[in-house]
């Protein structure tokens, strides 16, 4: 019978061992997939299958570049302003024509109240020696070139002011000729009519445009 020396205690032998295999003087061994690299997070941006990261910074640029692109109006806008511009042009051109053209006669009834002929005849039918209705071509083929589709996709400053511009001072002739038409001449001609109606609807829809920042360029935005 084997005898133990005082102080000390009895190992437990190999089949009845008390601690256990995964563990060492009582604390867990730690896994290894606790132990090791995490995956996604090493040194150079790369992923665990040690592809490089996929950049981030696309979208913004994205973002940015389309924030830069050019602020052109609604389709329906350049259209229904160059609709309106080529038909000043055309009831212009015909005013032109029958001031010079003594064959031709305007297509207006001839009352007190409404006579095209005896406004396109009068004194205040030539402003500076040049006749209203040439004036109101010249303005007119600007108009149809500066409020066509191509035009308000340019974002030149001086082309949008030219067009402000020339609408302003369009509406306050316009306004000038209906107190001739109504104080001084005493008949209202519906030729002139329909282009001073045509110059105020454009005179709205172009400072609407303007105040919406149609024809400028956005600044790009930064991430």
Same mark, same amino acid.
């Given at each position: 019978?084997?005898?133990?020396?005082?102080?000390?205690?009895?190992?437990? @032998?190999?089949?009845?061992?008390?601690?256990?295999?995964?563990?060492?003087?009582?604390? *867990?061994?730690?896994?290894?997939?606790?132990?090791? *690299?995490?995956?996604?997070?090493?040194?150079?941006?790369?992923?665990?299958?040690? &592809?490089?990261?996929?950049?981030?910074?696309?979208?913004?640029?994205?973002?940015?570049?389309?924030?830069?692109?050019?602020?052109? +109006?609604?389709?329906?806008?350049?259209?229904?302003?160059?609709?309106? @511009?080529?038909?000043?042009?055309?009831? @212009?051109?015909?005013?032109?024509?029958?001031?010079?053209?003594?064959?031709?006669?305007?297509?207006?009834?001839?009352?007190?109240?409404?006579?095209?002929?005896?406004?396109?005849?009068? +004194?205040?039918?030539?402003?500076?020696?040049? *006749?209203?209705?040439?004036?109101?071509?010249?303005?007119?083929?600007?108009?149809?070139?500066?409020?066509?589709?191509?035009?308000?996709?340019?974002?030149?400053?001086?082309? &949008?002011?030219?067009?402000?511009?020339?609408?302003?001072?369009?509406?306050?002739?316009?306004?000038?000729?209906?107190?001739?038409?109504?104080?001084?001449?005493?008949?209202?001609?519906?030729?002139?009519? @329909?282009?001073?109606?045509?110059?105020?609807?454009?005179?709205?829809?172009?400072?609407?445009?303007?105040?919406?920042?149609?024809?400028?360029?956005?600044? +790009?935005?930064?991430?």
């Amino acid at each position: 019978m084997a005898t133990r020396k005082p102080g000390t205690t009895a190992r437990p @032998s190999d089949g009845s061992k008390s601690r256990d295999k995964g563990t060492r003087g009582g604390r *867990p061994e730690a896994s290894a997939t606790t132990t090791g *690299p995490r995956q996604g997070n090493r040194p150079g941006g790369r992923g665990g299958n040690g &592809r490089p990261a996929p950049a981030r910074t696309a979208a913004p640029v994205k973002a940015a570049a389309a924030e830069a692109q050019p602020a052109a +109006p609604p389709l329906w806008f350049q259209l229904t302003t160059w609709i309106l @511009s080529l038909g000043g042009l055309g009831a @212009s051109i015909y005013l032109t024509i029958a001031h010079y053209n003594t064959a031709v006669t305007l297509a207006c009834p001839a009352t007190s109240t409404i006579n095209c002929e005896k406004v396109t005849t009068s +004194p205040e039918s030539m402003v500076f020696g040049i *006749p209203v209705a040439v004036l109101g071509l010249a303005f007119y083929v600007f108009l149809a070139v500066v409020n066509s589709p191509w035009a308000w996709r340019i974002t030149w400053p001086p082309l &949008r002011w030219a067009r402000v511009g020339s609408m302003v001072v369009g509406i306050l002739f316009v306004l000038y000729l209906i107190y001739a038409e109504l104080f001084s001449i005493g008949a209202i001609c519906l030729w002139c009519t @329909s282009v001073h109606v045509i110059t105020f609807a454009l005179f709205v829809l172009i400072v609407f445009g303007a105040t919406a920042g149609y024809g400028t360029a956005r600044a +790009p935005t930064r991430a």
